[in-house]
Every structure is written in structure tokens, then in C-alpha cells.
């Protein structure tokens, strides 16, 4: 049974005033039950750790990232996910010194981590012990992992991933990380509910099984929600409205939403354009599209 799966995906995308064409691949990881979205641009080299896939670097010109499946000492088997991620790097990476922060991090598919930034040790004088350069490195994300396994007699605490920057190179790499970390689900979970902040991405959907998307919305100013592409071969909208806002002044806004029905395997994608029905969609100044595979 083949263990890792990448294959390349094709997006068509919509930009103010012109049309680009995307392009994402999608790493599964069937022995620790991961998979992530990265782009296109980015190089894949599985991790394996005798027989097991436990993970894959993606590397372009301006550094690597990587996303692997974590073993850790026997001792710390017992300690909770959340005890453990204030320690991981300290205990699995030479010469990380110590947790500089860390803050709650949830995927797209509600996966909660944890984002983290590590002390690092440098330079060490050898001879004296005395530590005469520190950097600060990160962020590392830490997810848990699906189920309790070993890589050979040591516990699997986190699924690990983490950004190595050319020089000059950090910002770009770390939004590219973060990107890649927000896609990070287990192999069994599936969207059921989009909403604005995930406009242009990528997600796995289950078919026959209904999501809803739902986008902000003011009637009042007379810009509405209306679908622009949709293929009816594989999408079939069950159920639309509005729902009003819980404040109560004049002019507050609320929520137009979407019920729909994957109707097959495959993918497609989804287009929604805001503007007002007189003026058409050529004037429509706002947008949200999501690409699907449906599984």
C-alpha cells in the first residue's frame, strides 16, 4: 500500500480586474493520519523513519519547511499535549534553549495547537560552558497527534512543523507556514462550515454530507451575495437566507448564508460575488471562492 500521497491540484482564482491561475499540491501522511495544503512552488521530500512516513520538507530557494510526526522521550509519554508543547523543542532539538511564547493556534478544520517561539543557543564556549550568543526561533507549530503510536519504543507526542528561512528570507517563509499550518487536518476530518477569512483556499469536503457557507451581509446599503460559478454537477444549494444581526440601530448588518450538497467525487469550486442586483456583477466589490474536493 502506497504510504504518501502528492499530487498537484490546479485552481482557477478570481483577482480584482483579472483572472490567475493557481496552483496547490496536498501531502497525505496515511501512517500518522495528517495531511496539509502547500503551494505549488515548493520542492517535497518524504521523512522516513525506518518503514514509516513521518513526514515531508518542502523546500524552494527561500528556505524549507517541515511537517513531521515528533517522538519523544519514554518518560514523557503520560504527559498531556498541552504540558508537553511548552517543553517540545527543548526536549526533542539540540541547543533550543528554552520557550520564549506560545498561543493557542486552530487549524481551518478546528485542529487546536499551538504556536510557539523557542530561545536557541548559538554559540556555547565549549571549554567555560558560558553561552555567549542567543537568537530567538520560530514560530514552531505543534498539533497533536490523531492516536497514540511509537516510532520504535518512543512515544509520537506532536505532529511538528516548522520553517527554516534563508537569510533575508524569515517573513516570507513564516506567512507561507502559517498558510500551511491553518491547512493542517487528520485524515478524517472534513468541512462542514466556510466562512470569510477562508476565501481562496483549498478544503476537503465529505460527499452527500451538507456545509454551509456564511459571509456578512447589509441588505440595507442594497449589496447582496449572489453565486457566480457553481457547477451543478457536483453542488446542489438546499437551503439559502439571511440572518438578521443581533444589534438592534439601523443599518446594522448580518449574515447571508449557503446549505449545499456535494453531489459527487471530484474537484470544482464555489464563487460568490457582493454587489447590487441593478448594477450587476461587474461592479461587485467584494468576493468569496473556495475550491473543493469532494471525497
Avoid at 498561543?103 to 530561545?119: A, L, M, N, Q
Avoid at 571549554?127 to 503510536?149: S, W
Avoid at 498558510?179 to 452527500?208: D, W
Wanted: glycine share 6%; aromatic share 14%.
Amino acid at each position: 500500500m502506497k504510504r504518501i500521497i502528492i499530487f498537484i491540484i490546479f485552481l482557477s482564482s478570481f483577482f480584482a480586474g483579472c483572472g490567475e491561475r493557481e496552483r496547490q499540491k496536498v501531502y497525505k501522511n496515511a501512517d500518522f493520519g495528517f495531511s496539509i495544503t502547500y503551494p505549488v512552488e515548493y520542492q517535497a521530500k518524504e521523512l522516513k523513519w525506518v518503514k514509516e512516513s513521518t513526514g515531508v520538507i518542502l523546500q524552494k530557494k527561500e528556505g524549507s519547511i517541515t511537517i513531521q510526526a515528533m517522538a519523544a522521550g519514554t518518560n514523557y509519554e503520560n504527559m498531556p499535549f498541552k504540558e508537553y508543547a511548552r517543553i517540545a523543542a527543548a526536549a526533542e532539538i539540540q541547543n533550543f534553549n528554552q520557550l520564549i511564547s506560545i498561543e493557542s493556534f486552530t487549524s481551518d478544520y478546528d485542529i487546536k495547537g499551538y504556536r510557539t517561539y523557542w530561545e536557541v543557543v548559538e554559540h556555547e564556549d565549549t571549554d567555560t560552558g558560558e553561552i555567549n550568543a542567543l537568537t530567538t526561533v520560530g514560530p514552531i507549530y505543534y498539533f497533536p497527534p490523531l492516536r497514540k503510536q511509537k516510532l520504535g519504543s518512543q512515544p509520537v507526542k506532536t505532529i511538528m512543523l516548522s520553517c527554516n528561512p534563508a537569510p533575508a528570507q524569515g517573513c516570507a517563509l513564516q506567512k507561507d507556514a502559517e498558510e500551511i499550518a491553518r491547512s493542517f487536518r487528520y485524515l478524517n476530518s472534513l468541512k462542514s462550515y466556510f466562512k470569510k477569512g477562508q476565501h481562496g483556499k483549498l478544503f476537503f469536503v465529505k460527499k452527500n454530507k451538507p456545509f454551509r457557507i456564511k459571509l456578512p451581509s447589509n441588505p440595507t446599503t442594497g449589496y447582496n451575495w449572489f453565486i457566480a460559478d457553481m457547477d451543478e454537477n457536483y453542488f446542489k444549494v438546499h437551503e439559502s437566507g439571511y440572518e438578521p444581526p443581533s444589534a438592534k440601530w439601523l443599518g446594522a448588518g448580518g449574515k447571508s448564508y449557503w446549505e449545499i450538497i456535494p453531489l459527487k467525487e471530484g474537484l470544482s469550486s464555489i464563487r460568490l460575488l457582493y454587489y447590487r442586483s441593478w448594477e450587476g456583477k461587474s461592479k461587485a466589490v467584494d468576493e468569496f471562492k473556495i475550491s473543493v474536493i469532494i471525497i
